[in-house]
């Protein structure tokens, strides 16, 4: 019993903890590779892997190795905006996140809008980003925009409207299936800080 209560409903995040095995042989796989083949191409996917191994410093050199005036696709700019994010030099993520967005407007599922919203509000472009999370959050129910969002509304005073996209988050948990809950956990401790912090 206690298996299939506790650990059945695990199976998908234990598979992808088995993944990073597989990933760091990738990994060292093609840092050999690109000794002797530095595509464009190599780049990428080894960017992509440092990306999801949360080595963002690594991640950004690959893709700028990646990107040149003949690249053609918004992908390796976008993942070099996440990069970028996640290493807090936003000022570099908002052209990569732009073009992405230029390139099609719903990318990666409606991510990349949220993403350069709260780009544009940590670079102090606030008309910008309180436009882009607007337009965000009609279509996307990503966590992650919703409390970038809230977050926004909270340096700005508006504390209110940031109290109700925290809220959607803990709304979320009740009807999500048991793996899904535990893997946005991150942003349920998150929003429940947020809230915490809100005047009631």
Excluded at 63 to 76: E, F, G, K, Q, V
Excluded at 93 to 118: I, N, Q, T
Excluded at 128 to 142: E, G, N, P, V, Y
Excluded at 169 to 181: F, G, Q, S
Aim: glycine content about 4%; charged content about 30%.
């Amino acid at each position: 019993m206690y298996i299939l209560v506790e650990v059945i409903p695990d199976a998908p995040l234990l598979r992808s903890s088995f993944q990073v095995f597989p990933r760091r042989r990738r990994i060292q796989e093609l840092e050999r590779t690109i000794i002797d083949n530095p595509s464009a191409g190599n780049y990428e996917e080894l960017g992509l892997l440092y990306l999801d191994d949360g080595n963002y410093t690594r991640a950004k050199a690959c893709y700028d190795r990646a990107i040149s005036s003949r690249t053609d696709h918004p992908d390796p700019f976008y993942r070099r905006g996440i990069a970028e994010s996640e290493l807090g030099d936003f000022a570099a993520a908002v052209p990569d996140l732009e073009r992405a967005v230029r390139w099609d407007p719903d990318y990666d599922f409606h991510r990349a809008k949220g993403l350069l919203a709260w780009a544009y509000a940590q670079t102090g472009q606030l008309e910008k980003a309180d436009a882009m999370f607007r337009q965000a959050t009609q279509i996307s129910t990503l966590s992650e925009t919703y409390f970038h969002y809230a977050s926004f509304l909270e340096s700005q005073g508006r504390n209110a409207e940031a109290r109700i996209w925290a809220e959607r988050i803990l709304e979320k948990k009740p009807t999500m299936p048991v793996y899904l809950r535990r893997r946005e956990r991150p942003w349920f401790r998150k929003a429940s800080g947020l809230l915490g912090r809100l005047p009631a």
